[in-house]
């Protein structure tokens, strides 16, 4: 894998588990957005972008959270626990957008990102930072999901 460009946008408040949103570019020719870095139990660590997951109310169809307890759209009270597991028995609430489809893929993700990231830390402790402009996404809006989801 040619990882020809890494981008990281900072997180203001360091003291969060989410410390950053990177980007990638695989051989100037294809970019991956929207991956997070977070400092977990064991070290930071790069999480691949995800999306939500959301099943259909059994009575009028509407589009819920697999987590929302009642429908958005009729108010009918779902049925808790809906949804896949995953392989620690936990509910799946969000299903990965790009992965790495090896774990050889994955170290090397992980550690450019994570290098990266440290990298852009550095540089931004130096006077006349200028952070990454990332063009058009509500990141406040990432970190709120990140929080909520720990
Ligand atoms: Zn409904």
Known sequence: MN?????????????????GFASLTVDRCLVIRDLKVIDGAKGLFVAMPSRKLHD?????????????????DCGLRLREGRGDMDERGRVRLYADIAHPIHQEGRDEVQARVVAAYRHELECSKQDGYVPVRFDDLDYHEFAQDARETG
């Open 56 to 72: 259909r109310c059994p009575g009028c169809a509407g589009k819920n959270h697999i987590r929302a307890r009642f429908c958005n």
């Open 3 to 19: 990882i020809t460009e890494i981008r990281v946008k900072l997180i203001d408040d360091q003291r969060d588990k989410l410390r």
